[in-house]
T-cell receptor
Framework: GEQVEQRPPHLSVREGDSAVITCTYT??????FFWYKQEPGASLQLLMK?????EINEGQGFTVLLNKKDKRLSLNLTAAHPGDSAAYFC?????????FGQGTVLSVIP | EAAVTQSPRNKVAVTGGKVTLSCNQT?????MYWYRQDTGHGLRLIHY???????EKGDIPDGYKASRPSQENFSLILELATPSQTSVYFC?????????????FGHGTKLSVL
C-alpha cells in the first residue's frame, strides 16, 4: 500500500526565514494531496488540499509544490513567523484511502 | 465550522481494563474515523464508519473495536487495554464519499495504559 515519508521530523528556523517540509509517496495512483496543521494543544486543521492536476498551489504565506514525476510534495513557508510554530502533516488520498506522513514539528524562533 | 468533540481528554487505564473513547460530531457528516498518533508514525487509521450502524477496519484494527450507534456518535473500545495502546487518539468526521474529503478533527484523547 501507499507509504508516505515526511522529512524532517523537527525543524527550527528564525522568524523571517523560510521553512521547507518535504514528503515522498509511493503510490502513483494517489490523486490528491493535503497538508494539515496542528497547533500546540489543538486539533488538526486543513491547511491545503491539492489535486494531481495542479503542481503549484499558493496559500497565505506558503506554497505547496507537487512533483508527480518524483512523487514529492513539499510545503514551503516563506518568511516564517512565530504563529507558524506547529506540527505539520502531509498526506495522500486515492483508492478510498488517506495516508498521513509522520509529521514535522516546526519551531519559529522570534 | 465543523465541531467534533472527544471525551475524555485524558485517560489513565490499567492493563487488562476496558476503555471506551467517545466522539460526537454535530455536522451531520456521514463518515467518521478513529486515528492514533504516535511519534515517528504520524496518524494511523484504526476504524472508520460510513454511517450509523457501519464500522470498517482501518490499517491497525487489532485490539480495538468501534461502534457507530448514531450519525453523531462514534466510539472506540479497547476491551483489554495494553501498554502498547498508550497513545493520542483522534476522532475525525468528513462529509464526502470515497475519502476524498476534508476531515474535521477533535482535540484528541491522551490515553496512558499502565
Amino acid at each position: 500500500g501507499e507509504q508516505v515519508e515526511q522529512r524532517p521530523p523537527h525543524l527550527s528556523v528564525r522568524e523571517g526565514d523560510s521553512a521547507v517540509i518535504t514528503c515522498t509517496y509511493t503510490d502513483p495512483n494517489s490523486y490528491y494531496f493535503f497538508w494539515y496543521k496542528q497547533e500546540p494543544g489543538a486539533s488538526l486543521q486543513l491547511l491545503m488540499k491539492v489535486f494531481s492536476s495542479t503542481e503549484i498551489n499558493e496559500g497565505q504565506g506558503f506554497t505547496v509544490l507537487l512533483n508527480k514525476k518524483d512523487k514529492r510534495l513539499s510545503l514551503n513557508l516563506t518568511a516564517a513567523h512565530p504563529g507558524d510554530s506547529a506540527a505539520y502533516f502531509c498526506g495522500t488520498g486515492g483508492n478510498n484511502k488517506l495516508t498521513f506522513g509522520q509529521g514535522t514539528v516546526l519551531s519559529v524562533i522570534p | 465550522e465543523a465541531a467534533v468533540t472527544q471525551s475524555p481528554r485524558n485517560k489513565v487505564a490499567v492493563t487488562g481494563g476496558k476503555v471506551t473513547l467517545s466522539c460526537n460530531q454535530t455536522n451531520n457528516h456521514n463518515n467518521m474515523y478513529w486515528y492514533r498518533q504516535d511519534t515517528g508514525h504520524g496518524l494511523r487509521l484504526i476504524h472508520y464508519s460510513y454511517g450509523a450502524g457501519s464500522t470498517e477496519k482501518g490499517d491497525i484494527p487489532d485490539g480495538y473495536k468501534a461502534s457507530r450507534p448514531s450519525q453523531e456518535n462514534f466510539s472506540l473500545i479497547l476491551e483489554l487495554a495494553t501498554p502498547s495502546q498508550t497513545s493520542v487518539y483522534f476522532c475525525a468526521s468528513g462529509d464526502a464519499g470515497q475519502f476524498n474529503e476534508r476531515l474535521f478533527f477533535g482535540h484528541g484523547t491522551k490515553l496512558s495504559v499502565l
